[in-house]
């Protein structure tokens, strides 16, 4: 375990537990207004999903979590107490990991490496401390099989996966350092098909382990596959927000193509005599 995690949240995961909380968050750069009125539960065990076109305020909202933009107006609750957090630091001492679609990955390190950057394990201490070489291929390699990850030999370089594979490693990684709120920043969005199904199961596997997801994307076909919850931002305001009960995947693509605009454009855009 890193020392960084854990340091003010409670480790216990339990179902349907609210992680985090936005209650009216807003957000501004300058006189640009990024996003309003956003309200956005994390719950333990569930994917929560937030789609949005560019500039619709996906990335602003991951940044007022994971810590690297505080929010400017409404609250941010973690375990239920408020939260401002002025560092990615802060945010990672309160469980909560974001892996980004351009991984912070070394490609012609390990994989193991990679799994351990930041956290390797030592024996001694400095300056004789070593490292735990072979303890940490074992525990990478356990992990990754754990989660169904099978990459052919823990010693090749990471780069050497493909981007599917390598958004499971952080998956994997996040979820053995006792994150207890993932958030995926599009990671389906680079990937084929068949890749995005492999992150999309690692996905349900992190929900399954009991953390809460956040999994950002414009997809809604991904999002449908792995969401408990829907929110589409829109021009940094939310404009549906909805549980899985009560909204289809017709329903979800239809807004995301554009909704009663895209109706609009269509008669616009009709040919005469059509
Ligand atoms: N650092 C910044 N300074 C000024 N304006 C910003 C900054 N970051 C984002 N914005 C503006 O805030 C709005 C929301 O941007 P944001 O990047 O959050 O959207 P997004 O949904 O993540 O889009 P994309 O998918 O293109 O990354 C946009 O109008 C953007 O221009």
Redesign the pocket.
Known sequence: MTDTLHEHADPELHEGEKLVEMVNVGKT??A?R??KGINLTVKAGEVTCVL??????????IKIISGL?PHNEGELLVDGKPVSFSSPRESLAHGIATVYQDLAVVSLMEVWRNFFLGSEMTNGTYPFAGLKIRDMKRIADEELRKMGIVVKDIDQPIGTLSGGQRQCVAIARAVYFGARVLILD?PTAALGVKQSGVVLKYTAAARDAGLGVVFIT?NPHHAYLVGDHFII?KL?EAVLDKKRSEVGLDELTRQMAGGDELTELSHELKRPGS
Do not use: C, F, Q, R
């Not at 076109?53 to 909202?61: E, I, Q, V, Y």
């Open positions: 750069y300058g640009i990024a996003l949005g076109d560019n500039g619709a305020g996906k990335s602003t909202l933009h599009e414009h931002l940094g």
